[in-house]
């Protein structure tokens, strides 16, 4: 049987044999169509003894008739499509979802059995699925014609397209006796995953066996966990569920969720693998990269047209592939596939240990379909209501990682080191940009049930007194703080940040870290680039694994383990909106190599390093502009999990001072009457081979405590009147 498997996997699989490969599904097929077969059951706690005594308190909202008999959820018959017909467009929220996704390419369908299956108490233990109870009570049903019937009319064979394989290896489309996926969608059980599950939360899809029960010998697949609510929180559960299913266990997670994170907290991306606190859940680049969903009339699952209508393909977009620059016309992501993913220089990531590639991404979202949507719609700035579902314009983000679509079987590795192990792998960069925040600690809020407050203490952001910090800041997107000063993050923080704001004389509570208006790079907020002087800038990110719960990190001899990045590697690349069709909805994106100018004041924090000139060694690798101030200063945005020092007012540090160090054969250039300030501790390193040329009339002025370091070989060229202060 065994041998019967692998030829059929050769002959019908394009890739060589052997190979392993995301797109195949884990233990379920991520293409073509599939049947969930979905109960809706609860517990009934009056037929105890409950496991640990506990009470029934997941009320949830499924509504009760006046002899108390639970029935389905109002909404059961919008999760899914039954069936589809070739070009139909399907009305059930999750089957829109994923043929929206896939541009048709996975009809996901499901059908659920008529009515709610009640089990008593006693026959739970804690951390038990619930699935043989639910199959076993099943079982004991009225037969029709041998089966059970759903609600609309399937027998429990037409649930049986599938028959497994390995994880990462193609599906065989023939049924093998048994129900390929069964949601368990429970309202109320509380001892599912601990004796404490949650309104939303329990198994995600994966393999299981399960009873034999009526005509079926048991189950392929199973997924069971709460979704007390109905309405949007229901489908928000079952896509996050389903994940598992096709990308992979914890660590394919993003914004949250179980698994090891690859940030110091987790950034509040969007997209199919999100979850709450994820902006939204339409799909992403990354998604669809990752799946290979293509649309039908391209010939490329990543690509956007040049200026002359030509399909190009941009998922390896990078300073060798397009040396020269491009520029794309982007029609609507979500709509069409088009993107670019352009991999950061500086990073190459050639075996297991080595720092992870990073890849940002460009997405034009113009928020046409029902997916493009806040999760936290109610709570969200969208600029008084011009946009409701968010700004049209070129959204970004990096992804650290997460880029080894086939392989061997390690492609599901959870290892950290490994390119796929960690989850909440993207970085979302905000429009808005990055600060060190203000926080205004005279006017903390207390905990109380209004809007968007849900309870919590929290801290109000003062924007207008932050500073910013385009490589190491937080955005709305990404942030933590140590709001109890006791030198720890993660640490008794009760009082949160992100709930609100102080915009003028008053503090309006508007959770910003679900995302707002003013993400998108559009003429609607003004950012229309993204370069080495913008705010924020295409550069690498820091990476720091923090476990599922926040409470231990992955660290070495106390440092980060060598797989992070921690390096700000500064480069030429520039990504411009260069023309808006609005009527059209296209965006016209320019991206250069070679944009080593800074046109305006900026402030710049980390370990940053500077490179050679990319084209011409005997040019400048980075120009401050005439004019221009460029502060180096020490970052206050958490970096470690733990203070490194206090400062001179004794607040709790959590990061290390900046260091700017020119590498042999750059060339720092400050023109004319610019000002190169270092501060607050900050060292810039000349290496040898390295050049900064002051022009005429600059200065660089070197506070207290700051070092300018100019090692042999080096050189440091004054012109006309230019001076270095010491203070
Ligand atoms: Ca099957
Ligand atoms: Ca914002
Ligand atoms: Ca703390």
Not at 656 to 681: A, G, H, I
């Amino acid at each position: 049987m065994h041998r019967f498997f692998l030829l059929l996997f050769f002959l019908f699989s394009d890739y060589a044999f052997g190979q392993y490969a995301i797109r195949n599904g884990v233990s379920i097929p991520a293409s073509d169509t599939l049947r969930v077969f979905v109960v809706f059951a609860e517990l009934d706690f009056s037929q105890g003894p409950c496991p640990n005594n506990l009470p029934d308190n997941l009320n949830g909202s499924w509504p009760k008739d006046s002899q108390g008999k639970t029935h389905l959820p109002l909404d059961a018959n919008t999760f899914f499509d039954a069936a589809l017909n070739p070009g139909q467009q399907p009305k059930g929220f999750i089957t829109d979802y994923y043929h929206s996704a896939s541009f048709g390419k996975y009809v996901l369908l499901g059908d659920y059995f008529p009515e709610v299956i009640t089990v008593p108490c006693s026959k739970m233990r804690i951390g038990d699925n619930g699935v043989n109870t639910v199959l076993r009570m099943l079982d004991t049903l009225k037969s029709e014609d041998g089966t059970l019937r759903t609600q609309n009319g399937y027998a429990l064979n037409d649930f049986d397209l599938w028959t497994p394989t390995e994880n990462g290896l193609p599906k065989i489309k023939s049924p093998d006796g048994k129900i390929d996926l069964l949601y368990i969608i429970w309202k109320n059980n509380r001892f599912l995953t601990s004796a404490s599950t949650g309104g939303n939360s329990g198994y995600g899809v994966n393999a299981s066996k399960g009873v034999a029960f009526k005509n079926m010998q048991g189950i392929n697949n199973m997924a069971s966990f709460n979704c007390n609510n109905t309405g949007s929180g229901a489908y928000t559960i079952t896509i996050a569920e389903h994940l598992h299913g096709i990308f992979g266990g914890n660590n394919w997670h993003s914004a949250g969720g179980r698994g090891a994170h690859t940030f110091l907290a987790t950034a509040n991306s969007y997209g199919l693998t999100g979850q709450h606190p994820a902006t939204m859940q339409a799909v992403s680049g990354w998604d669809r990269w990752m799946m290979h969903w293509k649309r039908a009339d391209k010939n490329y699952v990543t690509s956007a047209y040049d200026l002359n209508g030509k399909e190009i393909q941009t998922e390896n977009i990078s300073i060798e592939t397009f040396s020269q620059g491009a520029t794309f016309v982007l029609r609507d992501f979500v709509e069409t596939g088009d993107a670019l993913r352009i991999k950061l220089p500086h990073i190459d990531w050639q075996k297991n240990g080595d720092v992870k590639n990073q890849y940002l991404w460009i997405e034009n979202r113009q928020m046409k379909t029902r997916f493009d949507e806040y999760l936290s719609g109610s709570c969200v700035n969208t600029d008084d209501g011009v946009f409701p579902r968010g700004t049209p314009g070129i959204y970004a983000y990096i992804q650290v990682g997460k880029d080894q679509r086939e392989g061997g079987k390690e492609i599901y590795s959870g290892a950290y080191e490994h390119p796929n192990g960690l989850a909440s792998p993207f970085f979302p960069l905000s429009a808005e940009g990055n600060f060190d925040f203000y926080y205004d600690w005279d006017r903390i809020q207390q905990a109380q049930w209004i809007d968007c407050n849900w309870n919590n203490s929290n801290l109000p952001v003062n924007k207008k007194r932050s500073l910013p910090n385009p490589f190491t800041g937080f955005s709305d997107l990404y942030r933590y703080i140590d709001s109890n000063h006791d030198g720890a993050l993660y640490s008794g923080d009760k009082l949160q940040a992100g709930l609100s704001e102080v915009q003028g004389d008053t503090v309006i509570h508007n959770y910003n870290t679900s995302g707002d208006w003013m993400d998108a790079f559009s003429s609607e907020t003004g950012n229309r680039k993204l370069a080495i002087g913008t705010n924020p800038a295409p550069v690498p990110v820091y990476t720091y694994t923090t476990n599922q719960e926040f409470s231990t990190f992955n660290l070495v001899d106390g440092k980060p383990d060598k797989y992070e990045n921690r390096t700000i590697w500064l480069n030429g690349l520039s990504v411009e909106i260069i023309d808006e069709n609005k009527e059209a909805g296209t965006i016209t994106v320019q991206i250069r190599w070679g944009n080593y100018d800074i046109n305006n004041d900026v402030r710049w924090c980390g370990n940053i390093v500077l490179s050679p000139n990319d084209f011409d060694v005997s040019k400048p690798s980075l120009v401050l502009q005439t004019g221009n101030k460029m502060l180096l200063d020490r970052g206050q945005s958490p970096q470690f999990h733990k203070a490194t020092e206090k400062d001179k007012n004794g607040e709790w540090m959590f990061t290390d001072p900046t260091v700017f160090t020119c590498v042999k054969e750059s060339y720092f250039y400050l023109e004319p009457k610019s000002q190169l300030v270092l501060d607050n501790k900050s060292k810039l390193v000349l290496r040898s081979g390295s050049k900064l040329v002051a022009g005429a009339k600059s200065k660089i002025i070197i506070k207290p405590g700051s070092e300018l370091i100019t090692e042999d070989g080096s050189q440091l060229i004054l012109e006309a009147k230019a001076k270095i202060i010491r203070k």
